[in-house]
């Protein structure tokens, strides 16, 4: 893709010119270079019968700045055991979808997040949030809250996803881009971008995240009102006695 492609692709509609313009300046030359690695006609923006767009650029962990306060998050039991199902759900076949999820806490409480809610009824290959709830949160009178969408990474089995990195993989493993499921996309953070333009027509003063369970159990949150910044990181382990017990006596 030469430069002026690029260009295009970045400049393409509201949404693109919306994802680039609130990018850091370290995130946004990581999509232009991948961009720059790519055919201009594997883009929606490029050619309509195209099956991708600039939201399916996978974006490794590892790029991402991190926040000057990195630190694991605390949950709640309930919030922990659920990640377990979860994580557990996400590895096996048939249950292997994105999962979505909202995280709510107080800043006065010791655990960040307490409360979740679900955002969709059932799994899907698309994390889909139910942005009409979301925003009826967002007008309710409420402050000193944390607030976080929440989604699953599945892994896949069986069968490949059609994703730029299984069509690419030796060049996005050029940009440190791991298998699917163990990254970002820019999907992903436009999400948190569309939320923290939320809350901004609402005239709140909260700092929402994204947190994001991959199925390798890496649990990552970031926030984007700053650029794209990594907030939180830990490493989420099967609890497989737990999971026996329940197998066990079902």
Not at 77 to 90: A, H, P, R, V
Not at 95 to 105: D, I, K, P, Q, V
Request: aromatic fraction near 10%.
């Amino acid at each position: 893709m030469t430069d002026e492609q690029v260009s295009l692709v970045c400049n393409a509609n509201p949404t693109n010119r919306y994802i680039c313009k609130h990018l850091d300046e370290k995130t946004l030359n990581l999509c232009k270079a991948m961009l720059s690695k790519l055919d201009a006609g594997e883009f929606k923006e490029i050619n309509p019968d195209a099956e991708f767009d600039i939201t399916c650029l996978p974006i490794p962990i590892e790029s991402i700045k991190n926040g000057e306060n990195l630190q694991e998050a605390k949950y709640s039991d309930e919030i922990n055991n659920e990640f377990q199902t979860l994580l557990k759900t996400i590895n096996h076949k048939g249950t292997n979808f994105e999962f979505s999820y909202a995280l709510l806490g107080m800043q006065t409480e010791e655990e960040k997040y307490s409360d979740a809610f679900p955002m969709c009824k059932g799994g899907t290959q698309a994390v889909n949030y139910d942005w009409e709830r979301i925003e009826k949160f967002l007008k309710k009178d409420l402050k000193n809250v944390n607030f976080s969408i929440f989604h699953t990474h599945p892994k896949a089995i069986g069968e490949e996803h059609k994703t730029l990195y299984n069509e690419h993989k030796e060049i996005f493993e050029e940009f440190g881009v791991k298998p699917d499921g163990l990254n970002l996309s820019l999907s992903d953070i436009y999400a948190n971008q569309y939320l923290d333009m939320l809350c901004e027509k609402y005239g709140k003063d909260y700092s929402p995240e994204s947190t994001v369970l991959m199925h390798d159990g890496t649990l990552i949150s970031f926030s984007t009102k700053d650029g794209v910044k990594l907030t939180s990181e830990q490493k989420l382990e099967l609890n497989k006695q737990k999971n026996e017990e329940q197998e066990l006596i079902l």
